[in-house]
């Protein structure tokens, strides 16, 4: 799909004026007036401390904000901002800004970035969320110069996260993309990343599945970054905003695992492979976990999973194997000390969730719904065993869990393959 069928016709000319670039940084915004300035003041620096000399161009896509996001922006811009910061700059920065309309999701502003990019021939672009309160101008330098510098074509980031923050990333998202990818990418869902100006042209290229990229377009992105020769890297970033745990889980359990599921499908020639194991570079860090927690109601994550799992004991025996499902239901009956998802179980379900959505055992939807109760009930279990734990603690055991899901990775393709096997 050509870039001019979906950008408007307003951004395409702000494009032209611009002309060809060396770097462009992109903010996504979305009803963020509230961070949005400290935000664009952290891109502006970044840029002016580190690439004085290079062409840039600053780039805001929103999603349709309504409480004045953009207009925040525009006038927190100044042309006079390297004076203000006593910054000796050869050029001056633009900002230039577009609105995805109709179309809100992620998906849809990201595609606007990558063909803007793929537009202004820019050689590294860097994308940050204007969500994020605590963006500093290293951020910009930590993301770009990876591309810029050293020729990598997708950055993720890494963060420093509270040990119960990003527990889905944590138990799911990154163990098994690491399992069937061979690359751990531990942020596979990011606000904020890096590509060079050949990877932007390869996903504008490639046509994207609508049902994968709707709750999920990051993922999607970083997956074809993963599955195709391009080089790859994560860069640390630092502190990670702190994050809900309980009232997001429907919702992001229903925008995610669908999304990595269709994922699964478009790669599954790929990952049923070898996978280039390891073939991943680390910039600072590789993990950052914080100790201080807070206070967590772990009895009411179980509490969820066992009504859960009962009420929807038929639905799942359609989707789970019978001793699987039984082990589930006696975790329901066991005293609350016992009622533990083990790392084993845990990476089997997943899998026994993902070869169910492959085969269409029944509604997509309602299917990815059914996983929920029994994430609830790995949650507790994680909640539970990593109370008083340090970070090197819960940092061995999820890469235990990294293990489980590699070790079961050929359960998983068995299961993947057995229906078609049956009908031919």
Not at 280 to 304: C, K, V, Y
Not at 381 to 398: I, K, M, N, T, Y
């Amino acid at each position: 799909m050509s870039e001019e069928s979906f950008l408007s016709d307003d951004f395409v000319r702000q494009l032209i004026g611009v002309g060809d670039v060396d770097l462009m940084v992109g903010v996504l915004s979305l009803n963020d007036a509230k961070t949005v300035v400290k935000v664009s003041h952290a891109v502006e620096e970044g840029v002016l401390r580190n690439y004085r000399r290079e062409r840039v161009v600053l780039v805001n896509v929103d999603g349709g904000s309504r409480d004045g996001t953009q207009r925040a922006l525009l006038e927190a811009s100044s042309l006079s901002r390297s004076r203000e910061l006593g910054i000796d700059s050869l050029r001056t920065l633009r900002w230039i800004t577009t609105t995805s309309g109709n179309e809100r999701t992620t998906g849809h502003m990201l595609r606007t970035m990558l063909a803007a990019a793929d537009l202004l021939n820019a050689r590294a672009c860097a994308i940050v969320s204007a969500s994020s309160a605590n963006a500093s101008p290293v951020w910009v330098d930590s993301l770009l110069k990876p591309v810029y510098r050293d020729s990598y074509d997708f950055v993720a980031p890494l963060y420093t996260r509270h040990k119960f923050d990003g527990l889905l990333t944590r138990n799911l998202l990154y163990p098994i993309s690491r399992a069937l990818y061979g690359k751990p990418v531990r942020e596979l869902r990011a606000r904020e990343l890096a590509f060079s100006n050949r990877f932007a042209s390869y996903c504008i290229s490639e046509p994207w599945p609508q049902d994968a990229v709707q709750g999920g377009a990051d993922m999607w992105i970083a997956i074809q970054a993963m599955t195709h020769s391009f080089r790859c890297c994560q860069t640390y970033l630092g502190e990670k905003e702190r994050g809900g745990t309980g009232a997001s889980v429907v919702a992001s359990i229903r925008q995610t695992v669908g999304s990595l599921f269709r994922c699964m499908e478009a790669t599954d020639s790929y990952w049923q492979g070898a996978a280039d194991a390891n073939a991943l570079d680390t910039l600072g860090p590789d993990h950052e976990l914080s100790n201080d927690a807070g206070r967590i109601d772990r009895s009411r994550f179980l509490d969820m999973f066992k009504e859960g799992i009962n009420e929807l004991s038929g639905m799942l025996a359609g989707i789970l194997q019978p001793e699987t499902l039984a082990e589930l239901v006696r975790l329901t009956e066991a005293e609350n000390s016992e009622a533990r998802i083990s790392n084993r179980l845990w990476a089997r379900i997943v899998y026994e969730f993902a070869a169910a959505y492959h085969h269409s055992v029944m509604d997509r939807e309602h299917l990815v719904q059914a996983l929920i109760p029994i994430y609830r009930g790995r949650v507790y279990s994680f909640l539970a065993q990593h109370r008083l734990s340090g970070p090197d603690a819960v940092e061995a055991d999820l890469d235990d869990l990294c293990r489980e899901f590699e070790s079961q990775k050929d359960f998983l393709i068995d299961h993947w393959k057995s229906k078609v096997e049956a009908a031919s």
